[in-house]
């Protein structure tokens, strides 16, 4: 499943690596019309951004992905959404928030 595989990517710094996976998995997933996996991408889309300090990426993929997951009580994507917003909080300093 490509979304191991970008996240092993993520792990060792494989940062473009990485998004041509999530981007590669998020295109499957919607070319199948796979929505959990379409937001598990998205998600994980959203913390490499983070990482990178692409703050306005990173909060906008969380918001999709916490928007389809909340409602749907899909607690893997959310915690996935409110660990990419933690990080792009603190990629800005924003400590409190975090």
């Known amino acids: 499943m490509p979304n ?24 499957l997933a919607a070319e199948h019309r796979h929505e959990l996996f379409a937001h598990q991408s998205r998600g994980y889309l959203a913390q ?5 300090g692409q703050v306005g990426a990173a909060r906008e993929l ?15 994507l959310t915690q996935t959404a409110d660990a990419a917003g933690a990080t792009a909080a603190l990629s800005t300093g924003d400590y409190e928030t975090a």
Do not use: C, N
């Open 48 to 52: 490499l951004a983070a990482l990178r």
């Open 62 to 76: 969380q918001a999709m992905t916490g928007s389809w997951a909340r409602p749907r009580g899909v607690g893997f």
């Open 4 to 27: 191991l595989i970008m996240l092993d990517q993520m792990a060792v710094g494989e940062w473009d690596a990485a998004e041509r996976t999530g981007k590669r998995a998020l295109a």
